[in-house]
């Protein structure tokens, strides 16, 4: 999302348009008579994980499309300019090409914004994984001065007060009650109802899994099938995935589903707190959230600070920058202690960005699932 502070020489974050009313009162008498109460079913293809249910917020049709209002709408920040889809934007994964976002007054969070795909399997969220849940995570950006500036009793009142939002609450939930709780787990079910699993690194993965044959995919992914891939380069690969896997299906899932352990990067000697910040356990210094590896093409620049503008910059930092402290973790090191140098060679390096560029799922972008439903 975005952030704030009082400099009006600052470049603020990007308006959001308004939202029609009229529009909102529309999708609502449809959404009314079409059994809102219902489960919102997530499709996952073949060979992807089982979408994960959450007992204690299910998907039901009004519910993610109460989330993907609140989304979209402006209403949500302080100044009813900016809205969470203007720092996540899907036709970027749902990251916004920036090193910092800036807020509703200009002033810039200092974290790069995250990618919002396939959370409903994430563990922690923010860089410092200070947020147990979706739910939680979804109201501290709307309260944060830096970011969308919305007291949540402000934000409250507005919604109670608006002439379609309590049916929607109620459409949701079984009640117009509007309540910091219910904006975080309609917020919440909309994003985690956000999956990405279309990329053609899936389409080499359904042939190394036996669900297809080399001959049923594209013919020009079919000299990259991970099989057929040099030893070197898996090896790269396989770094990447002792961080980014997250969730897995088969062994062989190199970051394409998640990323939720918190880990340590070796960008600097002497790093930011990270996670440590939140557990207060000094083992956990300069560890920060793994993200999904998914449409990493799209959602740069990379890194918690942003620092890198180009996956080839990523590649190189891994490959010889990594650099040691007391909490970096062993993946980056040798069997000896010291920091690992992998040495590739140039055209090693090539293979492991044309592998990245394989996760872009061009589908997900123009989804209209996760569109501005106001549009």
Known sequence: MAVASGCASKERGPVSPPVS???????????????????????????????PENPANPLTRAGVQLGRWLFYDPIISGDNTMSCSSCHVQALAFTDGKKFSPGIRGENVGKNTMELVNLAWSRRLFWDGRAPTLEAQAVQPIQDLRELDQPMAGLIAELKSHPVYPKMFELAFGDPDVTEERIGRAIGQFVSSIVSF????????RVDI????????????????????????????????????????????????GGYRMSSNGLDRKPEPGYAAVTKDPRDFGHFKAPTLRNIALTAPYMHDGRFATLEEVVDHYDHGVQDFPGLGSQLREKDGTVKRLKLSDETKKDVIRYLNLMTDRSLLTNEKYSNPFH
């Open 198 to 205: 279309e990329a053609g690194l899936d389409e080499i993965e």
């Open 21 to 51: 009313v009229e529009k909102q009162r529309e999708i609502f008498e449809r959404l009314k008579n079409d059994d809102p109460r219902a489960p919102y079913v997530v499709a996952v293809p073949p060979g992807a994980p089982e979408f």
């Open 210 to 257: 036996g669900l297809k044959k080399e001959t049923e995919i594209d013919p020009h992914l079919r000299p990259l099938l991970l099989t057929k891939a040099p030893r070197d380069t898996m090896n790269a690969l396989s770094l990447c995935a002792s961080c980014h896997r997250g969730i897995d299906r088969n062994g062989n899932a190199f970051g394409l589903y």
